[in-house]
């Protein structure tokens, strides 16, 4: 037995300030990059550098690892050493008006471009108008109009010549030329016409239809005479005008010259306002101030915002690549929108109604996501999918996607997308991603795995260090000692579970900074001490382990059945892990077995009232296996084994009980009693090996506080598998009561070594003639099944 007792100094892994050459944290300098992750780190530089097309990054781990506050911190170094990227202006596309066009130019430059154009059109405006009411543009004009009337006066005339031949007159009135009958060489009044008899008027239309036959070259000069003044009016207009725009125009192609698509953009621009220079005339129609505003206000905003600019993406304040930390994924956060505006309840929309999304404002840069939180919202994943696949972002209408009936909208040019996704997440989700996504594997060709734990070494201790002392400076904490240090080192083993490893997750560790920093507040120090850190951890523990306080109130007063001193048969005490959110702690089971003749077999009463869960009932399976190989190789098993966790009314899953079964079996059938006082944890394989399990530190204080409670005997303990040794980082008070005798820990390999220790009888070896040492588990065991098997034997042959 003495020989699988641990020691004292075995339970924990103790840390020294010796290893440290510090007085307090203030003394270290900050930490720079992250500790433990060399996998996660080289992994993510490796995808940041490469710049080919499908190399996003995957970023996997759990929450409180670092994964978002280092990939934020790396991805913040790369966009340094890059330059800000385009700005993006969107602009009316003057020949398809529903597809606005897309400019690029150097950041900055789109800020002065918008004004540029801007302020150019309000200028024209103003010089159209000043220059349609020139002087030398009248006097143009007046020579066109005298040309016109003196052309018109003689085609007149002529009609007039030949009206009077027909007894007609033509006159001209504000419905245009209009012939009158002449009655005494004068034209008729309206009277006289209706005083004219039948036959008069029909000789009146008579003459009048001749005459239009006879005039009608006449007339088709007229019009081609007001035409032409037309024609000469438009361009003597669109001459004025362009001798305006001519100027603004110019000087905005030498500026933009070196892009051809802002050069297209301008020269149509020129044709669009010299084609609509009637347009520009608004107020220089001789009206007065307010209601040339008003008109203008009225019916010419929605033609003149075609002149507008939408600065879609404006790096101007840019130092180098941008990086975008969308938190709210949206399809429309994604991708940008078309946003709409209600007039007069009519929903419009315009060029500079389209909105960017955080594609657009991470172009050339960087844009982090959440996994969780993009896979969940509607349409957004493929559309994210479908930008990285194309190469470009398409703004879209939701409604279409959904194949909903949609306001009538634009249909903007797609922007061409140079990005790196950095997509953060957990490995279960990477999994299903990767088996059942197929454009996942093509896009996110790099994962960086960041680890849940690290090597305890002189190395990452002593960067733990300098994290707290880093956290200290960044946070105003007050700066911790040695030994508040050590005690972190200590608790980040527990929390790895294992005295080789440290955690990583950092986030735990930060708690308890703050808490312990809180508490030394109080108290009024100016040092953190192990004090505060040792009172910061047991308060968090205190603010959450009211249920495991409560289990142990009923164990002590009895309501739940726990022995811990004496011996019974076929009893035994189990221990399990139960949580409450954050705190997980270990409770002790009453496990009994029976046995009795008849059909082979072990009964899990778990699993016969659906308790049981599948890791539990095949480790009951396992238990079958070892019998049989152990003692039925001579002869049958005629034995019926039932099993069951008393004063258990849960789910049991997990195979961590099955070693702790199969000692309850092995006493029932032997009918050898097993000391109550020993606990047993511990999975068991068919060969009778034990297994390594979880929860070994919570299980052993679980418990402790029991015999803690209910009284120490000093022959109480816990067996558990020989490989979890690595993993105990007990409370100081449990190693105390190990060094003082109280309480023991017993780590062992074989079924066969805790048999010995739970009833103080060998377990046996077989002889040479194959039988086992009289009086050995093994032998009573034995002896027990074989002496079954000939009843059943016997009482088959009655029956016969």
Same mark, same amino acid.
């Given at each position: 037995?003495?020989?699988?007792?641990?020691?004292?100094?075995?339970?924990?892994?103790?840390?020294?300030?010796?290893?440290?050459?510090?007085?307090?944290?203030?003394?270290?300098?900050?930490?720079?990059?992250?500790?433990?992750?060399?996998?996660?780190?080289?992994?993510?530089?490796?995808?940041?550098?490469?710049?080919?097309?499908?190399?996003?990054?995957?970023?996997?781990?759990?929450?409180?690892?670092?994964?978002?506050?280092?990939?934020?911190?790396?991805?913040?170094?790369?966009?340094?050493?890059?330059?800000?990227?385009?700005?993006?202006?969107?602009?009316?596309?003057?020949?398809?008006?529903?597809?606005?066009?897309?400019?690029?130019?150097?950041?900055?430059?789109?800020?002065?471009?918008?004004?540029?154009?801007?302020?150019?059109?309000?200028?024209?405006?103003?010089?159209?108008?000043?220059?349609?009411?020139?002087?030398?543009?009248?006097?143009?004009?007046? @020579?066109?109009?005298?040309? !016109?009337?003196? /052309?018109?006066?003689?085609?007149?005339?002529?009609?007039?010549?030949?009206?009077?031949?027909?007894?007609?007159?033509?006159?001209?009135?504000?419905?245009?030329?209009?012939?009158?009958?002449?009655?005494?060489?004068?034209?008729?009044?309206?009277?006289?016409? @209706?005083?004219?008899?039948?036959?008069?008027?029909?000789?009146?239309?008579?003459?009048?239809? $001749?005459?239009?036959?006879?005039?009608?070259?006449?007339?088709?000069?007229?019009?081609?005479? $007001?035409?032409?003044?037309? /024609?000469?009016?438009?361009?003597?207009?669109?001459?004025?005008?362009?001798? +305006?725009?001519?100027?603004?125009?110019?000087?905005?192609?030498?500026?933009?010259?070196?892009?051809?698509?802002?050069?297209?953009?301008?020269?149509?621009? $020129?044709? =669009?306002?010299?084609?609509?220079?009637?347009?520009?005339?608004?107020?220089?129609?001789?009206?007065?101030?307010?209601?040339?505003?008003?008109?203008?206000?009225?019916?010419?905003?929605?033609?003149?915002?075609?002149?507008?600019?939408?600065?879609?993406?404006?790096?101007?304040?840019?130092?180098?690549?941008?990086?975008?930390?969308?938190?709210?994924?949206?399809?429309?956060?994604?991708?940008?929108?078309?946003?709409?505006?209600?007039?007069?309840? +009519?929903?419009?929309?315009?060029?500079?109604?389209?909105?960017?999304?955080?594609?657009?404002?991470?172009?050339?840069?960087?844009?982090?996501?959440?996994?969780?939180?993009?896979?969940?919202?509607?349409?957004?994943?493929?559309?994210?999918?479908?930008?990285?696949?194309?190469?470009?972002?398409?703004?879209?209408?939701?409604?279409?996607?959904?194949?909903?009936?949609?306001?009538?909208?634009?249909?903007? &040019?797609?922007?061409?997308?140079?990005?790196?996704?950095?997509?953060?997440?957990?490995?279960?989700?990477?999994?299903?991603?990767?088996?059942?996504?197929?454009?996942?594997?093509?896009?996110?060709?790099?994962?960086?795995?960041?680890?849940?734990?690290?090597?305890?070494?002189?190395?990452?201790?002593?960067?733990?260090?300098?994290?707290?002392?880093?956290?200290?400076?960044?946070?105003?904490?007050?700066?911790?000692?040695?030994?508040?240090?050590?005690?972190?080192?200590?608790?980040?083993?527990?929390?790895?579970?294992?005295?080789?490893?440290?955690?990583?997750?950092?986030?735990?560790?930060? $708690?308890?900074?703050?808490?312990?920093?809180?508490?030394?507040?109080?108290?009024?120090?100016?040092?953190?001490?192990?004090?505060?850190? @040792?009172?910061?951890?047991?308060?968090?523990?205190?603010?959450?382990?009211? !249920?495991?306080?409560?289990?142990?109130?009923?164990?002590?007063?009895?309501?739940?059945?726990? =022995? +811990?001193?004496?011996?019974?048969?076929?009893?035994?005490?189990?221990?399990? +892990?139960?949580?409450?959110?954050?705190?997980?702690?270990?409770?002790?089971?009453?496990?009994?077995?029976?046995?009795?003749?008849?059909?082979?077999?072990?009964?899990?009463?778990?699993?016969?009232?659906?308790?049981?869960?599948?890791?539990?009932?095949?480790?009951?399976?396992?238990?079958?296996?070892?019998?049989?190989? /152990?003692?039925?190789?001579?002869?049958?098993?005629?034995?019926?084994?039932?099993?069951?966790?008393?004063?258990?009314?849960?789910?049991?899953?997990?195979?961590?009980?099955?070693?702790?079964?199969?000692?309850?079996?092995?006493?029932?059938?032997?009918?050898?009693?097993?000391?109550?006082?020993?606990?047993?944890?511990?999975?068991?394989?068919?060969?009778?090996?034990?297994?390594?399990?979880?929860?070994?530190? &919570?299980?052993?204080?679980?418990?402790?506080?029991?015999?803690?409670?209910?009284?120490?005997?000093?022959?109480?303990?816990?067996?558990?598998?020989?490989?979890?040794?690595?993993?105990?980082?007990?409370?100081?008070?449990?190693?105390?009561?190990?060094?003082?005798?109280?309480?023991?820990?017993?780590?062992?390999?074989?079924?066969?070594?805790?048999? @010995?220790?739970?009833?103080?009888?060998?377990?046996?070896?077989?002889?040479?003639?194959?039988? !086992?040492?009289?009086?050995?588990?093994?032998?009573?065991?034995?002896?027990?099944?074989?002496?079954?098997?000939?009843?059943?034997?016997?009482?088959?042959?009655?029956?016969?």
């Amino acid at each position: 037995m003495n020989e699988h007792r641990l020691n004292w100094q075995h339970l924990n892994h103790f840390c020294s300030t010796t290893t440290f050459h510090f007085e307090t944290t203030e003394e270290l300098e900050p930490l720079t990059g992250i500790i433990g992750q060399d996998r996660a780190a080289k992994a993510l530089q490796f995808g940041l550098k490469m710049n080919k097309k499908g190399y996003s990054i995957y970023i996997s781990g759990i929450s409180g690892t670092g994964r978002s506050s280092y990939s934020k911190s790396i991805v913040q170094e790369h966009a340094e050493k890059m330059s800000p990227p385009h700005d993006w202006v969107y602009v009316y596309n003057f020949k398809n008006p529903d597809k606005p066009k897309t400019l690029a130019m150097e950041a900055g430059v789109g800020k002065q471009f918008k004004k540029d154009i801007e302020n150019m059109i309000e200028l024209i405006r103003k010089e159209i108008i000043t220059a349609f009411r020139s002087n030398e543009y009248e006097t143009k004009k007046n @020579e066109l109009i005298k040309e !016109y009337q003196q /052309k018109n006066q003689e085609l007149i005339k002529s009609l007039n010549e030949k009206a009077q031949d027909y007894g007609f007159v033509f006159k001209e009135t504000e419905h245009g030329l209009m012939t009158i009958p002449l009655v005494d060489q004068r034209p008729m009044t309206q009277d006289e016409y @209706e005083e004219l008899s039948m036959d008069e008027i029909e000789s009146i239309r008579e003459r009048s239809n $001749e005459l239009s036959m006879q005039t009608f070259d006449l007339f088709s000069d007229i019009r081609e005479l $007001e035409e032409k003044l037309r /024609k000469n009016m438009k361009k003597l207009d669109e001459k004025t005008g362009y001798n +305006v725009i001519n100027y603004y125009i110019k000087k905005l192609l030498i500026r933009y010259n070196h892009r051809n698509e802002i050069r297209e953009y301008i020269n149509d621009l $020129e044709k =669009d306002i010299v084609d609509h220079i009637q347009r520009f005339r608004k107020a220089e129609d001789g009206q007065d101030k307010t209601t040339a505003l008003l008109l203008r206000k009225s019916s010419d905003d929605s033609f003149q915002i075609r002149y507008k600019v939408n600065l879609f993406v404006n790096n101007s304040e840019a130092k180098n690549a941008p990086i975008v930390n969308e938190t709210n994924p949206t399809f429309y956060n994604l991708i940008g929108a078309t946003e709409y505006k209600n007039e007069m309840g +009519v929903l419009k929309t315009d060029f500079t109604q389209i909105k960017p999304g955080a594609l657009h404002m991470a172009n050339g840069g960087f844009l982090l996501l959440h996994a969780k939180e993009i896979l969940t919202q509607p349409y957004a994943w493929d559309a994210l999918k479908r930008a990285l696949k194309t190469g470009e972002i398409n703004i879209e209408n939701l409604s279409q996607q959904m194949g909903l009936a949609v306001t009538s909208t634009l249909k903007p &040019e797609p922007i061409p997308l140079d990005i790196k996704v950095i997509l953060i997440g957990d490995s279960y989700t990477y999994g299903l991603l990767f088996h059942y996504d197929e454009d996942f594997k093509k896009l996110f060709k790099v994962m960086a795995d960041f680890d849940i734990e690290m090597e305890r070494n002189d190395e990452n201790t002593n960067k733990m260090a300098q994290f707290i002392a880093t956290h200290c400076k960044k946070e105003n904490l007050i700066p911790f000692d040695s030994s508040a240090v050590c005690r972190i080192i200590q608790y980040s083993s527990r929390l790895a579970d294992s005295q080789k490893k440290l955690t990583s997750r950092f986030s735990q560790v930060v $708690e308890i900074l703050y808490e312990a920093d809180a508490w030394a507040h109080i108290e009024g120090s100016d040092i953190v001490t192990v004090e505060y850190v @040792e009172k910061a951890i047991q308060e968090k523990i205190y603010r959450n382990n009211m !249920y495991e306080e409560k289990l142990n109130e009923l164990f002590e007063e009895g309501t739940l059945l726990m =022995d +811990v001193t004496g011996e019974a048969v076929g009893q035994i005490n189990g221990l399990v +892990v139960m949580g409450t959110g954050e705190h997980s702690f270990g409770k002790p089971t009453r496990i009994t077995v029976s046995t009795y003749q008849g059909k082979a077999g072990i009964i899990n009463i778990e699993r016969e009232v659906a308790k049981s869960g599948p890791i539990h009932s095949k480790g009951v399976y396992v238990l079958s296996g070892y019998l049989g190989s /152990k003692y039925a190789q001579e002869h049958p098993i005629s034995l019926t084994v039932s099993i069951s966790f008393e004063q258990n009314y849960s789910m049991i899953d997990g195979d961590s009980a099955s070693s702790t079964e199969l000692y309850g079996i092995l006493s029932s059938i032997a009918q050898v009693p097993i000391k109550q006082g020993i606990a047993v944890t511990g999975s068991v394989n068919q060969k009778g090996n034990i297994q390594p399990i979880g929860g070994v530190n &919570e299980k052993i204080e679980g418990y402790y506080d029991i015999c803690k409670i209910m009284g120490f005997t000093g022959n109480q303990g816990v067996i558990i598998p020989k490989q979890n040794v690595q993993n105990l980082m007990l409370k100081d008070e449990i190693i105390k009561a190990v060094k003082d005798k109280k309480f023991h820990i017993y780590a062992i390999s074989h079924v066969e070594e805790g048999i @010995e220790i739970l009833t103080g009888i060998p377990a046996g070896r077989r002889n040479d003639d194959g039988e !086992y040492p009289k009086g050995t588990i093994n032998e009573l065991v034995s002896n027990r099944l074989k002496e079954t098997y000939e009843r059943m034997k016997d009482k088959n042959k009655k029956d016969e």
